[in-house]
Structure formats: structure tokens, C-alpha cells
């Protein structure tokens, strides 16, 4: 039998929330995919800057003068920082360099745990997980953020914005626009959802902090949380 491959996006702001790094997160995350691991299992993780990368690019832009490629670059370090992080974390059981670039990066399993971060400006870490979700033929990225769903509007500013269990790449690109900016803080990156919907990968949107929900996932029991395809 094959060992089965899962991609998983790690959003940065469940790593490393306002206040501070989230330990017990990152403890369960561990165990769980540690579990997997042991029936054969292989993770490539991708890590996101989130609040940190979110941080720099604000202090930057109110400071002045400097290109989009430089508040890209704030964020693609903040991804490497806490790729780092995970790295130590699965130090046991994870290829011993984080890799970048999804072109040309070799994914060597002689660890069931890879982890990944941003490789160049105009590039989301969404974009760099589907990308390896496409070398690597793996049919479906899990995208674990701090929203349980996909809604239909930004429940931060609409409190009648309703949960989507299930949607269309199509209805889901109506919703996320077509452009990158980084520092952008949507479900799913715009770039990313069109290299998706293009070769048929399907994506999970769930919370990451429900480390038990996310078992389900991998299990394929049902769970909470929205599928894009």
C-alpha cells in the first residue's frame, strides 16, 4: 500500500497568535501528526507568517518609501521564522533543512516530516503548498487557520456573514478577488485558488487550534470545516 502524502498549510497566526507562541498548539499538532506518521503517513508541512509577518509589513509601510517586494519579503522571512520553529519541533521525525522553492526543491522522504516556508515575493505560502500539492500529486491541501469555515462575507465586519461547508472553486474565487498583496489576510490565497481550481486540488479550510478535528480530516471521518473544489 502507499504511504499516503498530505499537504498541510499552517496558518502563522495559530502558531504564533497576539500573544505570543502557542506552545500547546503546537504540542498537539505534533502528537497528531506524529500519530499518522507512525502508520506511514508522510507530512509536508508549509508554514505561514500570520500576525508576525502581518506586524512587520504594517511598521514598515508606516515608516515609508519602500516596494512591494520589500513588505513581501518582511512576510516570506516571517514564514522561514516560524518554519524554523515547527522544524525543531518534529526535530525527530523532519528532513533536516526547510525547504523554499517549490520548482526545484527535492522533497527527500528519508523523513516522514517536511517543512516548508515562502520562497519569493508575489508568492503566498497558500500558492507554495499547492504548488508541492501538484508536484508531489497530492489531491488535496489542508488549510488550518484560526476560523472554523469559509463565510460567505468577513464575519469581522458582517455579523450576518453564514458559515459554507461545501463550495466551488468558481463561487470561491467570486469571493477571495484575483490579486496577491502581501500581508493579505484572506482564507485562501487568490493566486493560489486559481492554480488550484486549474488542476483539480481540493482544499480543507478548518481551525487548527481543534487538533481533534483535524484528525478527522486525516482519517476521513467527517468533520468541521469547509471544502473548496
Known sequence: MARKIHVVSVGGSIIV????????????????????????HKFLIVCGGGNTAREYIEAAKKIGGLTRDD????????T??????????????AYHRVIKDPSR???????????????????????????????????????????KYVYDKDPRKN?????????????FRKIVGSKWDPGLNLPFDPVASRLADQVGIRVVMASGKD???????????????????
Open 71 to 78: 513588505l513581501d519579503w518582511l512576510g516570506i522571512h516571517s
Open 80 to 93: 522561514r521564522l516560524n518554519a524554523h520553529l515547527m522544524r525543531t519541533v518534529f526535530r525527530k521525525t
Open 17 to 40: 497568535p497576539p500573544d505570543g507562541v502557542d506552545t500547546k498548539f503546537l504540542k498537539q499538532f505534533k502528537t497528531v501528526i506524529e500519530k499518522y506518521t507512525k502508520k506511514g
Open 159 to 171: 455579523k450576518n456573514a453564514k458559515p459554507v461547508k461545501e463550495i466551488s472553486w468558481k463561487d
Open 211 to 229: 487538533t481533534a478535528n483535524f484528525e478527522k480530516i486525516l482519517s476521513g471521518k467527517p468533520f468541521v470545516g469547509t471544502v473548496i473544489e
Open 105 to 147: 526543491s527535492t522533497v527527500k522522504w528519508n523523513k516522514p516530516v517536511v517543512i516548508a516556508a515562502g520562497w519569493k515575493p508575489g508568492w503566498s505560502t497558500d500558492y507554495v503548498a499547492t504548488r508541492f500539492a501538484k508536484r508531489l500529486k497530492a489531491h488535496e491541501v489542508i488549510n488550518l487557520s484560526n476560523v
